[in-house]
């Protein structure tokens, strides 16, 4: 069996130095924000090439933190992508305001910057790109149109820490960067957790605020807060991790080339990485005829697969009285019937890699 994703074989490596790492905590006692939450974010903020980190207690809640932060309500819309997960667009709704979906580049899959320019209204109040798959969006038309029009930009980089863009990590280009540190990611925590990036120091202490019920003492709400924030065992699991981050990163793109290489006389779309980026794969994602007939195939062969994700955000039911109909963003819809991720991880051995590719050759060859 070639499982999607192998857990155990990172823990493995580093069994010794997190259970020193984890007892650190809990020998000390100091389980929410404790000096180690401090430390790492400091250390994840540096690595992103920002100035300030806040440790939220998910991915998600640091989009709903960032966007919060912004003071977004009724009336207000942002401009965002409907091939992603739903808590890119919910933490919109979450904050009152709405989610404009506007279709995909169908190569990177990510936010087409013509589509945006045209979204734009007098409502509209900011950009939310997402970096999937580990794919830097193309930011510098996204940030142009933002300059020009008065937008904020809020980077949904749960997929793509590491990841770079124009020689620069993701998450430091827009007024707020927000990453997730779910087990699964490349950099993962061993529960949920989160942290919202900024080079504004007044953001900074504004998301720091509403992450602690709204205010700056325990017993003194200056504003509408949430309860969010990254635990001290969480953190200390992160900071092991961040130094292994990069080699991770780089043995994620070596599987990827090794993938692009063995499928690429087949009949599917492999991954394309843009110009002037630094693709991360946290997904290896091809586009392929048939898509399900072909996942189900793998899967009778003991390999796991995944489609991040089956259905656009535009046409869920969430969102049906957007009154977005079929075919109304077609690239987006396109991309939800044909992709395909593959296993990937860093430790994915070549010989599971060419079984994989064996699998697909032998899927199309009958």
Known sequence: MIRFLDLKAQYATLE???N???ER?????????????????????????????VGVASGTDALRLALAALELGPCDEVITTPFTFVATANTISHCGAMPVFVDIDPRTFNLLPAAVEAAITERTKAILP????????????????????????????????????AGRRVGSFGDLGCLSFYPTKNLGAYGDGGMVLTNDAAMAERVDVLRRQGGQSRYDAQCLGFNSRLDSLQAAVLQVKLAHLDD??????????????????L????????????????QYTIRAPERDRLAAHLEARGIGTMVYYPIPLHRQALYAALGLHDGALP????????????????????????????????????
């Open 16 to 18: 010794p130095q997190i």
């Open 20 to 22: 020193v790492a984890l």
């Open 25 to 53: 905590v809990l020998r000390s006692t100091d389980f929410i924000l404790g000096p180690v939450v401090r430390e790492v974010e400091q250390e994840i903020a540096a690595y992103c090439e920002c100035r300030h980190g």
């Open 130 to 165: 997402v970096h999937l798959y580990g794919q830097p969006a193309d930011l510098s038309p996204l940030l142009a149109l933002a300059r020009q029009h008065g937008l904020r930009v809020v980077e949904d980089a749960a997929q793509a820490i590491g990841a770079r863009y």
């Open 248 to 265: 991770w990163n780089a043995a994620r793109r070596a599987v990827a080339a090794r993938y692009n290489a063995l499928l690429a006389d």
């Open 267 to 282: 009949p599917v779309q492999t991954p394309y990485e843009a110009e002037g980026v630094e693709h991360v794969y946290h």
């Open 331 to 366: 690239a987006s819809e396109a991309a939800c019937r044909e992709v395909l991720s593959l296993p990937i991880y860093p430790e994915l051995p070549a010989a599971a890699q060419e079984t994989v590719a064996e699998a697909i050759r032998e899927y199309y060859a009958g």
